[in-house]
């Protein structure tokens, strides 16, 4: 077996593409060095002897030992110089690589090699006491505490004490005899430490070394790392060992880190830092300030690498173009210049924010070193909610008071209000408002909609609030369950701090946090690059992309992110608007038909009003109307004032209105008299609403193209409901069309929501013309877990790890996705063309909509501000 792979010793034994074998950084160490980048000499301990150190309590394969001699020998003749050797010697460093970087592990040792007699030997070939005995106390240093576990400390001590012993401050005036007096202080403190002598046979350091980085793959920090990233500790970590080169051995020397475009805004330019006379770890360490690679992008009193080491800087920048074209991605990467000659030290996929990803990718395709399919690819769809929405300032100052659900991304500030009343108020003086409430109902929406953002303490990711906010792209956090509200109080208490009505508070929706106070923000910015990637997304795709929309405003923002249709109308969001709240009443609380049917004929020129602006704004493309969900008591007055003008409008007295109110009252309304339950007893409230959706239809096909009303029947369990309804809507249509004399297409669906209805799709199909998967009730329903309940211990679940994902966020593929799967093969196996979407709020999230492409859905359906994400989603599952 070969555990050693050598790279720039005049052979290239590895590949890019054998990062398991060898770690992301032997990979690209040996990619780079092959494709005749100036790559210092080295060679890689493969993982696979990381596996076998592992399983046999630190041992080696036999003959690893060999090969390792045998490689080191092809560096020594390939840089000139022989390990120990006095005169003349070759220093190493020693790495460690995983396949994905992997903090916690043992990373670096450097100057590996270095002993009393070799110390000498560099101080020969630098000319450059000082520089030798600082590199060796540095490698003592180095070695001391990352191999033998000397705590750091101890080695700094020694170092003030001969600050202190000369009366100096800096390290940069310690002379060469003040560093080798610092040497000898750290061998003996260190065998006062451990035990035993430093060692100083080159080949004990190096087996040491390379033992101590295949070890501290076990150590609890790379175990604690790679559970929470989900890393298989069957993975391994390479070890490199590659000839050191100086970047510290005078003002010809440098280092320095970058990337080849700027990782931050995605910009085309030679982004980075560097330092003349320091090694790695200076760069980083913050003591002295980096400095900047272009003249560019110099400030004043900066001096860059362009101005300060130009040809050095010539062959970075041809680097940097062989690097992009030969990876075709932005890289970042590490380098070192000694003595005027440029080494590079490592390349990898840099990465980059959200707003660089979308510009790297459109820029690279644009510029040939991609096609559109990939770029595509390289974009998290996840992350455009970053460009779609205001965020927090990375540097801006915050006062953390507590942690929610992200439940809908973007940033606001505002003063904090108790009721929905209250927010209105406010914002119509002009005010930004945040909206805190326990959780909300659909009374809230005029507050929430007034709000610049929502705040709820119960709830989870399908909780009224999450789905509402989300469809009207406020900034949400839900189910914080830190936050104590007392309404009568008007204050909130979170982490020990009060904060009353009035007071500022900020939110951010994407990480679910809730500030103090205000926090500056960045809005967001839509480039032409947004446009170019979503024309290209949408070349690839097949699914199709609607919108869950129910007001104008909705309808027009998803168009404008290219909706290609409403998937989900909630018609019972159209209901509470003020002028119409005590029709709705009347109605509900009418003991008889006839007075039910008064109180509709009030409700249907609003209905039908609603639907001709919607009809309207998606000319030409389908509109799912469903049906009156929730069940009644949503909407029931509370107030005695309220419960006194419905008294009135029905003729009836104040104890009936109260009894009537109670009988309302269900135990568990979500399992309840809600979805097509209510239009088997109550068919009227169906009827008015079928006649307002085809009044509105006729209305729009008379001024242009028709629009093809798609009427869905909510929470069906069973095919005679489905058959019940139809044929009541059915009816509704031929009256309508005859009173018109023309007639319009439309279709007749269901949704899918419950187990039942999945299990007994088949029958289903055979009086729907579609099928739209409500995998929120789904999820509700196949789990036996409430949605408005499940956000005080669900987030538990999912991190002590009993589900891998909040299941109302992301579509369990094994469960409700697999009624799913059932429902669409037993459908279609009914009606081989049935139209099928999904508009629960798994419509917007990748994961579940590569589940959905999967399995051949035909559209899904989301709120208008993830229209973006799910093209992208859709396009990418096809890919
Ligand atoms: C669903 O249940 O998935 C759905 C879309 O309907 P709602 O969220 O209105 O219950
Ligand atoms: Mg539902």
Not at 453 to 468: D, E, F, K, P, Q
Request: hydrophobic content about 45%; overall charge negative.
């Amino acid at each position: 077996t070969s555990w050693v792979y050598g790279f720039g010793a005049g052979r290239n034994d590895g590949r890019a593409e054998m990062r398991n074998l060898l770690g992301g950084k032997g990979a690209n160490l040996a990619e780079m060095a092959s494709i005749g980048l100036p790559v210092p000499p080295g060679f890689t301990i493969t993982t696979e002897v990381c596996t076998y150190f592992t399983g046999n309590k630190g041992a080696y394969p036999a003959d690893l030992d060999g090969q390792v001699k045998a490689a080191l020998a092809r560096v020594e003749e390939a840089v000139g110089a022989r390990f120990g050797d006095a005169a003349n010697p070759l220093l190493v460093s020693v790495r460690s690589g995983a396949r994905v970087s992997m903090p916690g592990m043992m990373d670096t040792v450097l100057n590996l090699g270095l002993n009393d007699e070799t110390v000498k030997g560099l101080e020969a070939a630098s000319g450059d006491a000082r520089f030798a005995w600082d590199s060796y106390r540095r490698f003592i240093q180095m070695y001391g505490s990352v191999v033998l576990g000397v705590d750091h400390h101890r080695f700094e001590e020694i170092i003030e004490d001969a600050k202190l012993a000369k009366g100096v401050h800096e390290d940069t005036q310690l002379t060469a005899a003040d560093w080798q007096q610092v040497a000898a202080g750290y061998k003996e403190m260190v065998r006062e430490v451990t035990g035993a002598d430093f060692p100083l046979d080159p080949w004990a350091q190096l087996w040491g070394a390379i033992g101590a980085v295949f070890g501290s793959w076990m150590n609890a920090r790379a175990i604690t790392y790679r559970r929470l990233h989900d890393i298989p500790a069957d993975w391994g970590t390479a070890v490199n060992v590659q000839a050191m080169v100086f970047g510290n051995m005078g003002d010809d020397c440098a280092t320095g880190v970058c990337f080849t475009r700027d990782p931050s805004t995605g910009e085309n330019i030679f982004y980075g830092e560097y330092l003349i006379n320091a090694q790695g770890e200076d760069v980083v360490a913050g003591i002295r300030t980096p400095q900047p690679m272009s003249e560019a992008r110099a400030k004043p009193g900066e001096r860059s690498m362009e101005a300060a080491m130009p040809a050095a800087y010539a062959e970075l920048v041809a680097v940097r173009a062989t690097l992009e074209k030969h990876y075709a991605d932005m890289q970042d990467i590490e380098f070192t210049v000694q003595r005027n000659k440029l080494y590079m030290l490592q390349t990898r996929n840099g990465k980059r924010t959200a707003a660089a990803s979308l510009k790297i990718a459109v820029d690279m395709a644009n510029e040939g070193l991609i096609d559109h399919a990939e770029a595509v690819r390289r974009v998290n769809p996840g992350s455009l909610d970053q460009l779609l929405h205001p965020t927090l300032d990375p540097n801006a100052k915050r006062n953390m008071l507590t942690r929610g659900l992200p439940a809908s991304p973007g940033a606001a500030s505002g003063v904090v209000v108790f009721s929905a009343d209250e927010a209105e108020a406010r914002a119509q003086k002009g005010e930004s408002v945040i909206l805190v409430r326990v959780e909300t109902s659909p009374e809230d929406i005029h507050g929430m909609h007034a709000a610049r953002g929502i705040l709820t303490t119960r709830g989870g990711m399908t909780s009224h609030a999450a789905v509402v906010a989300r469809g009207m792209g406020r900034p949400c956090v839900a189910g914080a369950g830190g936050v104590v509200v007392d309404y009568a109080a008007q204050a909130l208490s979170a982490g020990g701090v009060v904060v009353q009505a009035g007071e500022t508070i900020t939110l951010d929706g994407g990480t679910g946090e809730v500030f103090a106070g205000t926090v500056a923000m960045v809005e967001p910015k839509l480039s032409g690059d947004f446009e170019t990637l979503m024309s290209w997304a949408d070349e690839v795709r097949r699914l199709k992309v609607r919108a869950n929309a129910e007001t104008p405003l909705d309808a027009e923002t998803a168009r404008k992110f290219g909706a290609e249709g409403i998937g989900l109308c909630r018609t019972e969001h159209m209901f509470f608007d003020p002028q119409r709240i005590s029709a709705v009443r009347q109605m509900i609380m009418s003991e008889t038909e006839a007075g039910r049917r008064d109180a509709l004929a009030k409700l249907l020129p609003f209905q039908r009003d609603d639907f001709v602006e919607l009809f309207r704004i998606m000319a030409g493309l389908p509109v799912t109307i469903r049906l009156l969900d929730p069940p009644l008591h949503e909407f029931l007055p509370h107030k005695e004032e309220e419960l006194a003008e419905v008294a009135e409008s029905l003729g009836a007295d104040l104890a009936t209105m109260k009894r009537r109110a109670a009988d309302l009252s269900e135990a568990n309304p979500m399992l309840g008299h809600r979805g097509c339950r209510l239009a088997m007893t109550y068919p009227e409230i169906a009827e008015m609403q079928a006649r307002a959706i085809f009044e509105a239809a006729v209305i729009v096909a008379k001024e242009a193209e028709a629009p093809v009303p798609e009427i869905m029947v909510p929470l069906v369990a069973t095919k005679k409901e489905l058959e019940i309804s139809h044929a009541q809507i059915d009816k509704v249509a031929r009256e309508v069309f005859t009173e018109a004399g023309m007639t319009i297409d439309y279709f007749v669906g269901t949704m899918i929501e419950l187990p039942r209805a999945a299990l007994t799709a088949d029958k289903i199909a055979e009086t729907a013309d579609f099928f739209s998967f409500g995998t929120n009730d789904l999820t509700q329903t196949t789990f036996g877990l409430s949605r408005d309940d499940a956000g005080k211990f669900l987030p538990h679940y999912v991190e002590k790890g009993i589900l891998p994902k909040d299941p109302f966020v992301s579509i369990d593929v094994d469960g409700v996705g697999a009624l799913v799967e059932i429902a669409a093969q037993k459908g279609r196996a009914t009606k081989p063309g049935l139209k099928l979407g999904i508009c629960g709020e798994h419509g917007g999230d990748p994961a579940s909509i590569n589940f959905c492409e999967g399995i051949g859905l035909d559209y899904v359906s989301c709120s208008p501000y993830r229209v973006p994400v799910a093209r992208l989603a859709a396009a990418q599952a096809a890919l």
